[in-house]
T-cell receptor, first 113, second 115 residues
Framework: ETGVTQTPRHLVMGMTNKKSLKCEQH?????MYWYKQSAKKPLELMFV???????ENNSVPSRFSPECPNSSHLFLHLHTLQPEDSALYLC????????????FGDGTRLSIL | DQQVKQNSPSLSVQEGRISILNCDYT??????FLWYKKYPAEGPTFLIS?????DKNEDGRFTVFLNKSAKHLSLHIVPSQPGDSAVYFC??????????????FGKGTKLSVIP
C-alpha cells in the first residue's frame, strides 16, 4: 500500500545527533499517528494528531518531538536519543478519529549507536 | 499489563484448511476491534474489523467473531492460502480521556500456511 509513505526506511544515528522522520499520507485523512514497535513488544502509540492539532501524547520523552504542519504531513524530530530508542517507528493515518481503520506506512527502522 | 493478548506466537496450517487466530482482551470499554496483517519489511495492513455491537463480520475468506462475555475474538481464514503467511495483529479501540480513539495492539501471531 503506498497511501502512507515514510522516509527514511532505515536510519542509524549517534546519541548526540539530531534527525527527523517524515510521514506523508495521500489518502485525504485528517488524523495521523506515530507508533513505536520495539522487539518482542506490541505497537505502542506515541502521538495522535487530529486536524493538525496534537490530541494525545502518551507519556513520550521530550527527546521525541512531533510536528504536523498540515493534514498530509507528520514529522518526528529526534535528538539525544538513547540506545533503548532503537525500534521500528510507524506512522498511520485515518479518516477522523472515530472507529475507523488506521492505515500504516512501512516504518523507519531506527538504530541508535 | 497487556490489555490485548495473543497467546499463540505462531501457528502452522496446511493450505486449504482453516486458520483460527485468537485474541483476548481485558478492558470491557473497548468498543471496536480490528485485525491487521503484516509482511516482513512492510507496515501493518488493515484486514477486517468488528464493532462491539456485533458478534460476527465476514469479508470473503476472512471472518471475525466477537464474544463479549468472554472478552475474546477470533479471526478465521478459510481456505488458507500460502500468501496468507504473515504476522497477524489484533487491535482494540477505545476513546481516551483526551477524547481521541486509541488502538491497543497485541504482540501478534505468526501464521505459516504450508503448501
Amino acid at each position: 500500500e503506498t497511501g502512507v509513505t515514510q522516509t527514511p526506511r532505515h536510519l542509524v544515528m549517534g546519541m548526540t545527533n539530531k534527525k527527523s522522520l517524515k510521514c506523508e499520507q495521500h489518502l485525504g485523512h485528517n488524523a495521523m499517528y506515530w507508533y513505536k514497535q520495539s522487539a518482542k513488544k506490541p505497537l505502542e502509540l506515541m502521538f495522535v494528531y487530529s486536524l493538525e492539532e496534537r490530541v494525545e501524547n502518551n507519556s513520550v520523552p521530550s527527546r521525541f518531538s512531533p510536528e504536523c504542519p498540515n493534514s498530509s504531513h507528520l514529522f518526528l524530530h529526534l535528538h539525544t536519543l538513547q540506545p533503548e530508542d532503537s525500534a521500528l517507528y510507524l506512522c498511520a493515518s485515518s479518516q477522523g478519529q472515530g472507529n475507523q481503520p488506521q492505515h500504516f506506512g512501512d516504518g523507519t527502522r531506527l538504530s541508535i549507536l | 499489563d497487556q490489555q490485548v493478548k495473543q497467546n499463540s506466537p505462531s501457528l502452522s496450517v496446511q493450505e486449504g484448511r482453516i486458520s483460527i487466530l485468537n485474541c483476548d482482551y481485558t478492558n470491557s470499554m473497548f468498543d471496536y476491534f480490528l485485525w491487521y496483517k503484516k509482511y516482513p519489511a512492510e507496515g501493518p495492513t488493515f484486514l477486517i474489523s468488528i464493532s462491539s455491537i456485533k458478534d460476527k463480520n465476514e469479508d470473503g475468506r476472512f471472518t471475525v467473531f466477537l464474544n463479549k462475555s468472554a472478552k475474546h475474538l477470533s479471526l478465521h481464514i478459510v481456505p488458507s492460502q500460502p500468501g496468507d503467511s504473515a504476522v497477524y495483529f489484533c487491535a482494540a479501540s477505545l476513546i481516551s480521556g483526551a477524547g481521541s480513539y486509541q488502538l491497543t495492539f497485541g504482540k501478534g501471531t505468526k501464521l505459516s500456511v504450508i503448501p
